[in-house]
């Protein structure tokens, strides 16, 4: 396995500071940072959001800068086949989505996000705003009651009110092009919708992002037995719903927020800037 890459302090620092002007931008509102525990290793688990890259940045930058936390997240195996990319993954922590992979960072008490939706969750179709769509999938909380990892439950809203899917890989399926994707093997049940923001584009409408850190779940409450199929079940349940409440817990935040629009951020950010302004 390729050794776990930690970036530099100086390099990470200068990623931060180019990303600065996105998030003074984007403004993110973070709910219940101070439940994230002092002790290590832990299990960040959450939504994905539709294309899976735009809210990311902002959490780990959060949790790098207010406490301290490297987020290790777990990646589709389809961002390891892309030279360049996956170099890019690797530099900044991200490792591909593996058991092994997985095991091996909780050993060495890191903190490791996972995205129990993976690829589907990522490629929404119409319908299917901020739904969780994790199946029957098991496998983090087998990995939190193996090793007795605490479980971060979050959730995060915003990016799906930015984009709305045009034409998703059900529309796909449909076509000539799909019908021959399929039959050459391609996960056309994991290729990103076609969306739009502002007007006809692609680009996202400049909504807010809204994170919710959910209670810590200790999963020694469910046992010591990684092959006890109803106690892991139960387990991952517990997160789930942990996570669609905070889904709609932050739906509450955002309907009352009145800083939710880009003028009102900027207006607010020009206030704060001119109070702070020692002249």
């Not at 997240?73 to 086949?81: I, T």
């Not at 983090?140 to 009651?145: D, I, N, Q, S, T």
């Not at 984009?163 to 049940?189: E, F, H, N, Y």
């Not at 919710?212 to 006890?228: C, H, K, L, N, V």
């Amino acid at each position: 396995m390729k050794p776990f890459a930690r970036t530099p302090p100086p390099e990470l620092e200068r990623a931060l500071a180019l990303f600065a002007p996105l998030r003074a931008l984007a403004n993110p509102l973070f709910v219940g940072l101070d439940r994230i525990p002092g002790h290590r290793p832990l299990l960040f688990v959450g939504n994905h959001t539709v294309w899976g890259l735009l809210d990311v940045p902002f959490l780990f930058a959060e949790l790098y800068e207010r406490k301290g936390v490297f987020l290790r997240g777990l990646g589709d195996h389809l961002h390891f086949r892309i030279p360049g990319w996956r170099d890019l993954l690797w530099r900044f922590g991200a490792v591909e989505g593996t058991r092994e992979a997985c095991s091996a960072l909780l050993e060495a008490n890191e903190t490791v996000l996972v995205f129990p939706g993976g690829g589907r969750e990522v490629a929404k179709r119409r319908g299917e705003r901020y739904r969780l769509i994790w199946k029957e999938r098991l496998g983090f909380a087998r990995l939190a009651v193996r090793h007795a990892c605490t479980i971060v439950p979050f959730a995060a809203i915003g990016v799906e009110d930015a984009l709305d899917v045009v034409l998703d890989s059900s529309d796909l399926l449909r076509t000539p092009v799909g019908r021959a994707l399929q039959r050459m093997g391609w996960r056309v049940d994991v290729l990103p919708p076609l969306v739009k923001g502002i007007g006809p584009t692609p680009l996202p409408r400049p909504e807010r992002l809204y994170f919710e850190i959910r209670a810590p779940i200790d999963p020694r409450a469910y046992g010591s037995d990684p092959g006890d199929d109803e106690a892991v079940r139960a387990l991952r349940d517990h997160v789930m719903r942990e996570v669609e409440a905070g889904i709609a817990s932050l739906h509450a935040a955002r309907d009352g927020d009145p800083h939710r629009r880009l003028l009102p951020r900027l207006a607010s950010g020009l206030l704060r800037v001119r109070r702070s302004d020692p002249r």
